[in-house]
């Protein structure tokens, strides 16, 4: 570019480029825009003595104005836990019933208890708390241990059958493939299924008053004290069909739920109590 | 030789010495920087038009958050209100839920729809009357002149160098300024907030940050656009006229000079009349530029930077009133009744224009000679853009009359779709929103529609399961409520059956309902 070729138009020399016959002006930016552009290059460095910027091998410098991320996201979480401390002292100190009552506490208890839940329970219970064979479900009004607002938070705190901790829940059915025979395990099931609808007579029925009634009842309506089962309602544990309750009475199966105090706290148990309580089943 | 004599105070015209700012014989190169404009003060029917409509819309803009209006105790009583916090808009009468802003849409519809009647019928009327940018310029003008003097003196003060006057008089125009700049910003806050209280707050330094940075963002542009760039804003930066000038036809009313009975214009018509030739009415005495606040020159024709303002009418006017000649030599005319005038002008366009053919004897205008025709305003373009816009203004005031005060809305629980219940009955769970948009508490009865065998509750209201609810509703709020609506194993028909949530205020008998359904198991 030896030459500067002068724009006829304009009067502006032009940088020499063209495409296609188009020529480019070399006007110079505007002022203020070069100043500007100035300025940033300032701030930038400005910015990378301030900030943490500057990339070490096992780390990056720290910045003049002790900026740390982790702070911030300490600081948030501190004021997170500041702005609902009102409620959660309340929680602490209240029973699970006075929550219950209380609009504001209830509200704030079953969105605490909602996510406890899904971080605590989802895996056994399911997302919608629909369970599974062997996993009770909570929506519904059927309650081993009692569907009660306070029974559903002892069964929270403490678990079901689980070791290490002394309030649990416990009880066991004998396994009855050594009592009884296979037959008569064959009539007793039928006759237990049979309970829900229309209960059977004949050798079924009198299996059952002699093995079973003194814990699950007369009419199979079950013991919330021990959580013996209701065998006279439509939910079944592990299966409604003869076969399923035939092993059921062979050779039980018991299910275990940890106890959750001691990993959760109290407030968190009690606020999936409110939760498991508002699904639609309690009591 | 016409009848009539021009030569008569011809010279007693005042010539102003003014250059219009976009003339191409001075054109400038890219990037120049601007020609200062010192508009001169017009007066005349125009000029009264302008101060009128900038007093309404200043009071309407300053006075407006002040209004008030009571709505009892449970809602604000500031007439118009833009409440962000709450999601509310009280507009007097009217209560807006974001729901509602169908009807902000609406008038934004209406809005253009009356830019297109409005410019399609009257030219550019918004740019030259109505805009904020025109009204402030206008307003900073009054304060300008009232300071530094009419064109002539601000010109002489420009060009002077610095001293003690100077730079006092500059020094209390723009503290003026900035205080009408600060005012303009402090008013426009004021429809967001309780304005009393915000307005002791302002002062008290507790008003929200947020007021503070509007009232400072609003003061920079008014005093920068407004005082500063005045006319650059509305050549340079604003879209408006691009699209308004897409709408102009040969029947809308713009400012025209008349040049088929203005030209030959001519300073010295006495000399030119003795020499026999042709004089128009144009004295050429450049007071149309003079008084031009965006610095053109009328008599080139249409051009972009006209915002039809007219001041140039009102200035000529007066010219014609001094000359004892008609009026209108600048006027509103269509281009129609233009091209007529102007083929009558230069008989069809195969001559000159001959003044002599536009007159009669006596020197007045042909009784044929129309400059403007306001029945051009109604013309079938103008029907239907004011039909679309009459449509859509009653479509809205039918909306906003009928529009539900008291609504229901109803989600379906997914997870779980329904549950089994230990006597056999299924069961399904809905979280239903109770919208009560009136600032009144009221009592009202949710009832369950179809489904006769089912019953519900609701968590948190200790009530035996039932068809009925009674539930109280805050005002001007929303509640939702998570209801259980289960039915007997015998009543269950289908793995899908609709009902309906039926909401009813017994006292207002409004009511409102929502279709749901009833999901069950495959039988």
Same mark, same amino acid.
């Given at each position: 570019? %030896? ?28 002022? $203020? ?13 400005? =910015? ?9 091998? %096992? ?31 309340? !929680? ?43 996993? +009770? ?70 299996? =059952? ?75 | ?18 250059? +219009? ?12 920087? /601007? ?11 125009? /000029? ?13 803009? =300053?006075?407006?958050?002040?209004? /008030? ?10 007439? *118009? ?17 974001? #729901?509602?802003?169908?009807? !902000? ?30 009204? $402030?310029?206008?307003?900073?003008? !009054? ?73 400072? *963002? ?41 040049? $088929?009975?203005?030209? +030959? ?151 779980? #779709? ?65 209801? =259980? ?10 793995? !899908? ?15 409102? %309902? ?7 198991? #495959?039988?």
């Amino acid at each position: 570019m %030896s030459e500067k070729e002068i724009d006829d138009v304009t009067g502006v020399a032009t940088t020499g480029h063209e495409w296609d016959g188009i020529k480019e002006l070399n006007n110079p930016l505007p002022r $203020w825009w070069v100043w500007t552009f100035y300025a940033t290059i300032v701030w930038a460095f400005a =910015y990378t003595i301030a900030y943490p910027a500057w990339p070490l091998i %096992s780390s990056a410098t720290g910045g003049m104005l002790g900026y740390s991320s982790r702070q911030e996201v300490r600081a948030a979480l501190d004021a997170a836990e500041a702005s609902k401390a009102d409620y959660v002292t309340a !929680v602490a100190v209240a029973s699970v019933d006075d929550i219950l009552i209380d609009d504001a506490l209830r509200t704030f208890a079953t969105a605490a208890g909602a996510a406890a839940y899904k971080v605590n329970c989802v895996q056994c219970h399911g997302s919608g708390a629909t369970g599974s064979a062997g996993y +009770p479900s909570l929506n519904d009004d059927s309650w081993l241990w009692g569907g009660k607002p306070e029974d559903i938070r002892l069964t929270i705190a403490h678990g079901i059958r689980f070791v290490g901790d002394d309030m649990t829940r416990l009880s066991e059915m004998p396994a009855f493939a050594d009592i009884l025979s296979e037959t008569e395990i064959g009539e007793l099931a039928g006759h237990v299924a049979s309970m829900s609808a229309t209960p059977s007579t004949g050798a079924g029925a009198d299996l =059952y008053a002699a093995n079973c009634a003194a814990c699950h009842g007369d009419a199979g309506e079950g013991m919330v004290e021990l959580g013996v089962p209701n065998l006279a309602d439509a939910i079944w544990l592990y299966g409604a069909s003869k076969e399923e309750i035939a092993a059921q009475i062979r050779a039980p199966r018991h299910g275990v739920m940890p106890a959750w105090q001691d990993r959760l706290g109290e407030t968190t148990v009690k606020e999936l109590a409110v939760y498991v309580h508002s699904l639609g089943g309690g009591q | 030789m016409t009848a009539f004599d021009t030569s008569i105070e011809r010279n007693a015209i005042e010539q102003h010495a003014a250059e +219009p700012v976009n003339a191409a014989r001075i054109r400038q190169p890219l990037y120049a920087p /601007r020609r200062k404009i010192f508009p001169k003060r017009a007066e005349g029917t125009f /000029r009264r038009f302008k101060w009128l409509v900038m007093l309404i819309t200043l009071m309407i803009y =300053y006075v407006t958050p002040w209004l /008030r209006w009571d709505r009892g105790p449970h809602a604000p009583d500031q007439a *118009v209100l833009v409440d962000m916090a709450n999601r509310r808009f009280y507009f007097f009468f009217v209560e807006i839920w974001p #729901q509602e802003f169908w009807l !902000v849409a609406g008038l934004l519809v209406m809005a253009g729809f009356g830019l297109f009647l409005v410019t399609s019928a009257v030219g550019r009327a918004w740019c030259g009357y109505a805009c904020p940018q025109t009204v $402030w310029v206008d307003l900073f003008l !009054v304060v300008e002149r009232a300071i530094e003097g009419d064109r002539n003196a601000r010109i002489k003060l420009d060009a002077a160098p610095y001293d003690a006057r100077k730079l006092a008089l500059r020094v209390s125009k723009h503290a003026i300024w900035l205080l009408i700049a600060v005012a303009t910003g402090g008013a426009w806050i004021f429809y967001f907030a309780d304005a009393p209280s915000l307005f002791v707050g302002l002062f008290t330094g507790r008003a929200a940050p947020i007021a503070y940075i509007t009232i400072a *963002v609003l003061t920079a542009t008014t005093y920068v656009f407004g005082g500063l760039m005045r006319e650059q804003v509305c050549t340079y930066m604003c879209p408006w006229p691009r699209i308004q000038a897409a709408m102009l036809d040969e029947n809308s009313l713009t400012v025209t000079y008349n040049d $088929w009975r203005g030209e +030959p214009r001519s300073r010295h018509a006495k000399k030119a009349l003795a020499a026999g030739d042709a004089v128009g009415d144009c004295v050429d005495c450049n007071a149309c530029v003079a008084v031009c606040p965006m610095g053109i020159d009328i008599r080139d024709g249409q051009q972009l930077e006209c915002i039809t303002c007219a001041l140039c009418i009102d200035a000529c006017d007066g010219v014609m009133d001094k000359l004892n000649r008609d009026r209108g030599l600048i006027s509103y005319a269509t281009l129609a009744d233009y091209n007529q005038n102007m083929a009558l002008a230069t008989a069809g366009g195969t001559s000159a224009i001959d003044p002599k053919r536009i007159r009669g004897r006596d020197g007045r205008l042909l009784p044929g000679i129309t400059n403007v025709r306001f029945t051009r305003i109604v013309r079938p373009r103008t029907m239907v853009y004011f039909a679309a816009w009459s449509l859509v203004g009653l479509a809205l005031l039918y909306g906003l009359m009928t529009r539900d005060r008291l609504q229901v809305n109803v989600l379906h629980d997914r997870n779980p #779709q329904y549950v089994l219940l230990s006597d056999g009955a299924i069961r399904n769970g809905y979280t239903v929103k109770l919208l009560n948009k009136i600032p009144e508490p009221r009592a009202v009865i949710i009832s369950l529609k179809g489904l006769p065998h089912a019953a519900m509750s609701a968590v948190g209201i200790n009530e035996p399961a039932s068809r009925k609810l009674a539930v109280t509703l805050e005002p001007d709020r929303l509640r939702t409520l998570k209801i =259980y609506v289960a039915q007997p194993a015998a009543a269950i028909n289908g793995s !899908v059956q609709t009902f309906r949530f039926v909401v009813e205020d017994p006292s207002s008998f409004e009511a409102d %309902s929502y279709t749901a359904s009833f999901e069950a198991p #495959q039988p």
